[in-house]
């Protein structure tokens, strides 16, 4: 009978980028580690591995609790080393893909820091997985599940507070969760130029199906180019149906594996736990084929999840490093703000004095609040980090007079000659069948050199997440029959994005011309 790939592979106690290697060397086709394989390829990879001995042994190592930075490198395993192990006589085809599996998925990772070459050399580090969808679906709930099952406890009366982040330790290894729910939080980090998320979870509640924030959830993570894994929540309920998600995703163009897709969906309760193990099963398997690595020997770069300020300790920031470690006593620099570590603590509240890469630490040092999102770099010593921020300071001044002394160009006012180009739109009208006759219309309009590109359409009024997401992708909000809320224009008007309301569907129409010859020719 026909197996799953992943199954097979956790039956061989082979790592999946390595089972992936080996059908790609028999050239069998797959989606991604959910697909089905024949019974004669079973065999035939059965042979390949006994003959060759590379059962691994090390995938269900547990992680160690309160894991040191690099403790789920190792916990982990590394798939390219064991593939060029000189005793396997590789039988199926060269050593060191493990990139390639990765691209055979429906999943998109995000731009990596590091060069192929240099790729195999650089540890693995744990994924960062943020948790979004529509408010009252469970993102809450799922998220204190895991962190209740899975957070190793700290010494007696120890009380986790809420920094951002935390970690948890699974059977694959270590998974840091971002722990602020929803795309906000999400799309406010990205909005300052910085990805954090490695995946994201979509949680739709099986009692509900798809709902706007849903919608929007997903045109998020599409946008930032973050794998998605759907987690349908509330299976306990007797009136749940996950049928209908399914068929309702399908709609979105995305088709959950059992239909012939690549979307990896998992029915979860946050009640029961049904499920959980399952979902972070899958979170694991997605990180390994994205091969995520960052080198913890590297030069240090960070992100911060979030900031406040503690009546007793003062400025207190939660930063995630992403490449390098960070130690007691570093410099750090944050836009033009510089600090020393004076002490860190991890998501679990310990002392620490050393943090690496995919690790979120509570950081108390910093002199100014950082503002979520704002990329964190190190400085060899005081006198660097002034450097750097003067540097900072002048070369934003620098672009500030550019930006207002700069001439166009003729390119820049015509826009680069014959490539394709994209108009970007959010659609927000009254209902849904407004919503379905504007996109009927757009979706005639596109030509060969200029798409139409609607990122997200949605009942009801903008919101401030539209307005972000449309500040990162350099989209116009259209609507109809709605208006934004005055706190949104403000926020648009900061952002510099464009919010246009319509109450005829033809002037909205008229304005979508504007924006596609707008790409074209310079209006005066
Ligand atoms: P959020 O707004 O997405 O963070 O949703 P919450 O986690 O706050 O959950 C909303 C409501 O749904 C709460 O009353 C939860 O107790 C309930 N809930 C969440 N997950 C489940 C589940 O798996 N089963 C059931 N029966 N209820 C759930």
């Given at each position: ?11 061989l ?15 069998v ?5 959910s697909s ?13 591995v ?7 042994g ?13 403790a789920?490198?190792?916990?982990k ?27 055979a998925t ?19 580090r ?36 809420h920094v ?54 997903i045109a ?15 299976m ?22 059992e ?28 990180a390994e ?20 300020v ?19 006593g ?8 510089y ?21 979120p ?10 503002t979520?999102?704002?990329?964190v ?13 003067a ?7 620098d ?10 160009t003729?390119?820049?006012m ?9 108009v ?7 209902t ?12 005639r309009?596109e030509?060969?050199d ?24 350099e ?5 109809f ?7 949104v ?9 464009d919010?246009?309301?319509f109450?005829?569907i ?19």
């Amino acid at each position: 009978s026909k197996v799953r790939i992943y199954t097979l592979a956790k039956e061989l106690n082979l790592e999946n980028a390595r089972m992936l290697e080996i059908l790609d060397g028999l050239g069998v086709s797959y989606k991604s580690v959910s697909s089905t394989i024949e019974e004669d390829t079973v065999e035939l990879i059965k042979q390949i591995v006994a003959e060759e001995g590379t059962g691994s042994g090390d995938e269900v190592t547990q992680a160690p609790a309160a894991a040191p930075a690099d403790a789920p490198d190792t916990a982990k395993g590394d798939a390219a080393p064991q593939a060029s192990q000189p005793a396997a006589p590789a039988a199926a085809q060269p050593a060191a893909q493990a990139q390639a599996p990765a691209s055979a998925t429906a999943t998109q990772g995000r731009d990596d820091v590091v060069s192929d070459a240099s790729k195999a050399e650089i540890p693995h580090r744990a994924p960062v997985v943020t948790i979004m969808g529509h408010v009252d679906h469970g993102k809450t709930s799922l998220l204190d599940y895991i962190r209740k099952t899975k957070v190793a406890a700290k010494e007696a009366g120890g009380i986790t507070q809420h920094v951002g982040a935390f970690e948890a330790q699974t059977s694959k290894g270590r998974i840091v969760f971002i722990d602020t729910p929803g795309h906000e939080a999400f799309t406010t980090i990205r909005a300052r130029g910085a990805n954090v998320a490695d995946i994201a979870i979509i949680v739709i509640a099986a009692d509900d199906s798809l709902m706007p924030q849903t919608r929007e959830a997903i045109a998020h993570a599409q946008a930032a180019k973050v794998p998605m894994i759907i987690a349908i929540n509330k299976m306990d309920l007797p009136q749940a149906n996950p049928d209908k998600v399914k068929t309702d995703l399908t709609q979105l163009n995305l088709v959950p594996e059992e239909y012939g897709g690549d979307l990896i969906v998992v029915p979860v309760s946050a009640k029961t736990g049904e499920g959980v193990e399952d979902l972070l099963e899958y979170i694991s398997l997605n990180a390994e084929l994205e091969d995520l690595r960052a080198d913890p020997k590297g030069t240090f770069a960070g992100v911060v999840i979030e900031g406040r300020v503690d009546k007793q300790s003062g400025v207190l920031a939660t930063v995630m490093v992403q490449e390098g470690t960070l130690h007691v006593g570093d410099f750090l620099v944050v836009g033009e703000n510089y600090g020393k570590i004076k002490a860190m603590t991890d998501s679990a509240g310990g002392r620490i004095k050393e943090a690496g890469p995919s690790t979120p630490v509570q950081i108390l040092g910093f002199s100014e609040v950082p503002t979520s999102g704002e990329k964190v770099s190190s400085a060899k010593n005081e006198h660097a980090a002034r450097d750097l921020i003067a540097t900072r300071a002048s070369d934003r001044r620098d672009t500030e007079n550019a930006q207002v002394q700069r001439k166009l160009t003729l390119e820049e006012m015509m826009g680069p000659l014959s490539t394709v180009r994209t108009v970007n739109l959010i659609l927000r009208a009254d209902t849904q069948g407004s919503v379905e006759a504007i996109q009927g219309i757009l979706a005639r309009k596109e030509s060969e050199d200029i798409k139409i590109n609607v990122m997200l359409a949605g009942i009801g009024a903008p919101t401030e997440g539209d307005v972000l997401l449309a500040g990162t992708a350099e989209a116009t909000i259209l609507c109809f029959s709605v208006t934004a809320p005055g706190s949104v224009n403000k926020i648009a008007e900061n952002k510099g994005v464009d919010i246009k309301s319509f109450r005829i569907i033809y002037e909205l129409i008229d304005e979508v011309d504007r924006l596609m010859k707008g790409n074209i020719e310079p209006v005066f």
